[in-house]
């Protein structure tokens, strides 16, 4: 069975644009022209991903986010003419898997679908530790001693990464590419925006990490 991806997007042209490359990929397209619509369709569809326009009419790009995680974990891909960093992270600190600006190529939008849904289609039933970390991958819960924290997918993403292998250095492009799949040229600030996220809620001080360790000019570390 086909994928089926959700493009909220009020531009006609980009979603015709969009369809076009995405249904000679195979995958199975639902359309909305506002944010509402969109809300509408995925819990009537409940699509695979999701592909969201900042500026819509009757709800923004970042309030469907919002909308979206608090019943789906399906990811999302923020589209949106702005390129400012607040922005970006905005859109990644209400659970957004992804960030593109407009003007965009809509092979690079493609190769990224692509590399969410692989990612997204990957299934585990192993439990995961690290001293008083246990990361669920079947529930996709993570529990610090014994206290659940929530975790968007793609800070779920990059901790079983880390989890995995504790005490491996990962530079910033093989996390990205670890969790999404593809690195494109610009998505440093978008792995330090996640990091910096996941620091907030496992570290008893983030400013003085004792979980996610920067290992200068390298990466970073799950300290064992």
Do not use: C, W
């Not at 009757?58 to 789906?72: D, I, V, Y």
């Not at 390129?83 to 992804?98: M, Y």
């Amino acid at each position: 069975m086909s994928a089926v991806i959700l493009i909220a997007e009020d531009d006609a042209d980009i979603r015709g644009l969009l369809r076009l490359y995405l249904e000679g990929e195979g995958y199975r397209v639902l359309e909305a022209d506002n944010g509402a619509r969109a809300l509408e369709l995925a819990r009537e569809e409940t699509p695979d991903m999701a592909i969201l326009d900042v500026m819509m009419p009757q709800m923004n790009g970042f309030e469907l986010t919002r909308a979206l995680r608090k019943f789906s974990e399906v990811p999302i891909l923020i589209l949106s003419a702005k390129s400012q960093d607040n922005d970006k992270i905005l859109g990644l600190n209400l659970g957004a898997d992804d960030y593109i600006a407009k003007p965009f190529n809509p092979v690079e939008i493609v190769a990224r679908v692509k590399a969410q849904l692989r990612r997204a289609a990957r299934t585990a039933g192993d439990t995961l530790t690290v001293r008083d970390l246990t990361l669920d991958t079947a529930s996709f819960q993570l529990t610090k001693g014994g206290q659940t924290i929530l975790l968007t997918p793609m800070e779920y993403k990059i901790l079983a990464l880390f989890m995995r292998s504790p005490g491996r250095i990962f530079t910033k492009i093989q996390l990205y590419e670890g969790a999404i799949g593809t690195y494109f040229e610009g998505d440093d600030n978008t792995m330090m925006v996640h990091i910096s996220k996941l620091r907030e809620k496992i570290e008893d001080d983030p400013k003085n990490p004792r979980y996610i360790i920067t290992v200068r000019g390298l990466g970073y570390k799950l300290e064992k």
